[in-house]
């Protein structure tokens, strides 16, 4: 079978290697094409496919009856998937989400090994570490949801210190007391100073790109401003920070890396991370 997108080919073929994501509902996903695309710049016979499900459990006994490599995983089953796998990264386990399997075939006929990894720390990592040298750092996270929990975990682990400030005040400092570090609310946001400041909210997303989840004139407080929203790119907040002097870190950077990780799991090679990029730009573009 031969599939032509718009000038590339894909060739699928007995010995073909099959990915997919896992979620409910999986169609908006950017996955499937960024994944496709750089397997087929590396030349990989490798193919991704969506993989939507309503029970878990079945889903993942499928894809590991089916001879599956590896795969992603999203809303609503990132935390759902850890009793469900054999291994958990330990960064993994300590945020308590997965987002990536790679399933290993086993030699005498048992059943393969599925690892669970968690790639969006690695992705918000490798994104603001292109402004700003994480170890030593001050980072002011907004939100608590579970974004947030992944970036804060992964921001510990590059050795920077972390701050975190949420609308609920409970839940952010449940958040704040998992990750050991100081949780202030959000009207004390006029005060704070860090190195960086990134939001891990919806805040600014379409369909209602016109908020922000800070005012413009507390932005000089930050010398890096991280958005995790990607659609739009340019958020009002990132627009709002550049005009501030700040450095700024969009959506589609860590979107990028993370799957670029996710790549790098599943076929121990470096991501065509220029391809990738383009894809998501192409297709950002048009949702916007
Ligand atoms: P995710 O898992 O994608 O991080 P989530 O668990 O729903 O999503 O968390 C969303 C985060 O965005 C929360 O911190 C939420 O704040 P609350 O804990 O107060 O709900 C935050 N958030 C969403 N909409 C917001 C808004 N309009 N203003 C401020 N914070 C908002």
Redesign the pocket.
Known sequence: MTMADDNRTINVNGETATFGIIGNPVHHSLSPEMHNAAFHALGLNNIYVPLPTTNLRDGIAGIRALGFRGASVTIPYKEDILPLVDHVDPVAARIGAVNTLVIKQQADGRSPAISGYNTDWIGANRALAEKLELKGSRVLII??????RAIGFGLKEAGAEVMVT???VA??ERLAGRLDCRFYRLEELGRLKADALIN????GMTPKPE?T?VPKEFLHNFAAVMDIVYAPVATRLLREAAASGCRVVDGLAMLLYQGAAQFELWTGRPAPIGVMRDILAKRLKTIQ
């Open positions: 939100g608590a949801g579970g974004a947030a949420n609308r609920t839940k952010g891990a909210t919806s805040v908020n989840p």
